[in-house]
C-alpha cells in the first residue's frame, strides 16, 4: 500500500505555509502551481477543507480564529443594547422597559431554537446544573438591565458604560484566575488593575 506524505505546494521560489496537500509518496518530484488552472499538479490530492467537519473552519485563517468574529459581533450587538437602552430610559419605566427587553430577547432565543430544530441541527444538551446556572445567568441579566435603565434616568452618562463593563470584566478576570484555574499573567493583572482605577475615577 502506498504511503501518504505531506510536501508544501510551491509558486516559483516562493513557499506558502498554509496550503498543505496530501500526495503519494511515489511522486518524487516538487509540487508547483498551475498558473492557469491554480491547482497542484498532483494526481491525487486531498485539500483540509473537504476534511472539515464543521462549517465554521473556512473561516479559520493563518491570522485570525473563528471565535474572533463571533467575538466582533458580540461586542457590536452589546454596544447597541447600551446605546438602545439610553435612548428607552427617557421613554418608559426602569421596570417595565426591562421586562420588554429581556422579552425580547427571549423570543430572538426561541427563534434561534426554532431554526436549529426545522433545520435539522438540534445539538442542545440539558442538565440540571446548567439549568440552574443558566437561571443565575437570567436573573443577573434581568437586574443589571434594571439598574442600567436606573442608572440613565438618574443622568449617567453613556460614556460611563465602557468602564462599568470594564469592572465586570475585572471581575470574570479575577474569577477566572481563582475558579477556573486561568494563568494569571501579568498582562491580566494589569487590565484587572486598570479597571478597578477607572472605576474609582467614574465615582463622581
Not at 485563517?61 to 471565535?67: D, E, I, L, P
Amino acid at each position: 500500500m502506498a504511503k501518504l506524505a505531506i510536501w508544501h505546494v510551491e509558486l516559483d521560489a516562493v513557499i506558502d505555509p498554509c496550503p498543505i496537500s496530501f500526495v503519494w509518496k511515489k511522486n518524487k518530484f516538487r509540487l508547483r502551481i498551475d498558473k492557469v488552472s491554480d491547482q497542484p499538479r498532483a494526481s491525487h490530492a486531498v485539500h483540509f477543507n473537504f476534511l472539515a467537519s464543521d462549517l465554521s473552519h473556512g473561516l479559520d485563517s493563518c491570522f485570525v480564529a473563528t471565535w474572533f468574529w463571533y467575538a466582533v459581533v458580540a461586542a457590536i450587538l452589546y454596544g447597541a443594547h447600551q446605546i438602545f437602552t439610553r435612548l428607552a430610559a427617557e421613554r418608559i419605566g426602569d421596570g417595565l422597559g426591562g421586562f420588554i427587553v429581556e422579552a425580547s430577547a427571549a423570543l430572538s432565543i426561541l427563534i434561534y431554537l426554532g431554526v436549529l430544530w426545522f433545520g435539522g441541527r438540534w445539538n442542545q444538551k440539558f442538565s440540571a446544573a446548567g439549568f440552574n446556572y443558566s437561571l443565575l445567568t437570567g436573573i443577573c441579566v434581568g437586574a443589571g438591565t434594571i439598574a442600567f435603565f436606573l442608572l440613565f434616568q438618574r443622568g449617567g452618562p453613556l460614556s460611563a458604560v465602557p468602564a462599568i463593563l470594564a469592572g465586570g470584566a475585572a471581575i470574570m478576570a479575577i474569577a477566572g484566575i481563582l475558579f477556573f484555574h486561568e494563568a494569571p499573567s501579568w498582562q491580566r493583572l494589569l487590565g484587572i488593575t486598570l479597571a478597578i482605577t477607572r472605576r474609582f475615577l467614574l465615582r463622581r
